[in-house]
């Protein structure tokens, strides 16, 4: 709806007359502005050029204006107003608003009170290849420090936990215990028996071309103990403990029942995550040892069943082939293993924001996190196995 001013109400209704914004340098440097007629966004609204052109040379001290002989006025007159005041703020012209109607200045006030926010009207700049590469690093840097302060607060409380002086519930850890542990079993007796299964029958294929089909037991027996029955077991409880205790975690932070741990006196570290740690680094060596099991097994199917081979010659050729050095390797990756992943599905847990979408977020991050560092340290431990001649 327009404004208008006291005479334009007073006067007989008649074709308002169109918006003029006539421009006067007066001699103490000052650009006035006059505006007249009806600035109203249907009519045609003068162009801001031969202002631009006004401050583009020497630019005047100040700018203000004379709104006596405006008639009438809506958001037509704020738009170039606005653009008027962008044009002396880019060319450092101080801008008075006495001479305007004191409805526009409010209305300018507040126009100009919260800024725009970077990037609202799409003009937004692409940052360089340096500076992407600059704040990922600053993102990578951020996130090891944030780990290492975990893994360390986590060292402590386990310190506590050995003066016995940790708080938390021994029937949280039994539960966990059993969540980390017979509660898994179902998926791991399944993915264990498929790998085995899967590694005989490639070896099988290979060997049977030199008539040494017997070694397939060696190759699945070798294979689980040594690596694959931790690795699997492992991946396993990544994705599905780690991602639990994740949203368990991000849950609480959601609704901020770790707050009111804090606020009680209780530390959320020891009566949350250390719980959750003990019972996933306890349970994942007797995970690792039946995953073995379950594996030599689906060997033992696909060598009886498709290579003739007698139920006592794959078990002699199984355990001549394997030695209790041989075990070592998967129990102690096993045992780091759970640690990685319990590290990593508390961590992104307790890491989690104040949303609902969050929690998956968090979730899906202890996966990812927890499987790229089960790789990598099983990378590690190879190497360093090798080493030591184990």
């Known amino acids: 709806m327009a404004i208008q001013s006291n005479s334009a109400r007073g006067a007989t209704v008649e074709e308002p007359a169109p918006p003029t914004a006539e421009l006067v340098r007066q001699h103490d440097g000052t650009l006035l502005v006059r ?25 005047p001290r100040s700018l203000r204006f004379d709104a006596s002989a ?14 008027v005041a962008g044009l002396c703020t880019e060319r450092d012209v101080a801008l008075e608003h006495d001479g305007l109607p004191p409805g526009v200045v409010r209305l300018l006030e507040l126009a100009h009170a919260v800024p725009s926010r970077t990037g609202a009207d799409g003009g937004k700049t692409r940052d360089g290849l340096l500076a992407r590469v600059g704040l990922r690093a600053i993102e990578v840097r951020d996130a090891a420090i944030e780990i290492v302060t975990f893994v360390g607060q986590l060292t402590v409380a386990l310190g506590r936990l050995l003066r016995g002086k940790a708080r938390f519930r021994g029937v949280d850890l039994a539960l966990f215990m059993q969540d980390c542990g017979a509660a898994a079993l179902p998926i791991v007796t399944l993915i264990s028996f498929l790998v085995g299964v899967i ?29 694959m029955g931790a690795l699997m077991a492992a991946i396993i409880m990544a994705g599905r403990t780690g991602a ?16 009111a741990l804090t606020t009680m006196g209780i530390p959320p570290l020891e009566f949350l995550v250390l719980p959750r740690f003990l019972a996933l680094v306890v349970m994942m060596p007797l995970l690792t040892v039946y995953a073995d ?9 696909v060598g009886t069943t498709m290579l003739g081979l007698s139920l006592s010659q794959y078990w002699n050729q199984t355990v001549n082939a394997m030695s209790l050095v041989d075990c070592m390797p998967g129990l102690i990756m096993s045992v780091f293993f759970g640690a990685l992943v319990a590290v990593f599905g508390c961590l992104r847990g307790m890491q989690c924001a104040g949303s609902s979408s969050a929690v998956g977020d968090a979730a899906t991050s202890a996966v990812v996190s927890g499987i790229v560092s089960i790789i990598v340290a099983d990378a590690i431990f190879t190497v360093l196995f090798d080493i030591l001649g184990i």
């Open 70 to 83: 405006l008639e009438a006025w809506d958001t037509g007159l704020l738009t170039y107003l606005d653009r």
């Open 244 to 259: 639990a205790f994740a949203a368990q975690l991000g849950s609480m932070k959601v609704n901020e029942e770790i707050d």
């Open 35 to 59: 505006l007249g007629g009806a600035w109203r966004l249907g009519s045609s609204l003068p162009p801001s050029k031969p202002l631009e052109d006004a401050l583009r040379g020497t630019p």
């Open 199 to 227: 590694l005989a029958f490639v070896g099988a294929v290979q060997l049977e071309q030199f008539g040494a089909q017997i070694y397939v037991a060696d190759l699945v027996g070798l294979a689980m103990v040594r690596q």
């Open 293 to 301: 099991v379950l594996g030599i097994l689906g060997g033992f199917v």
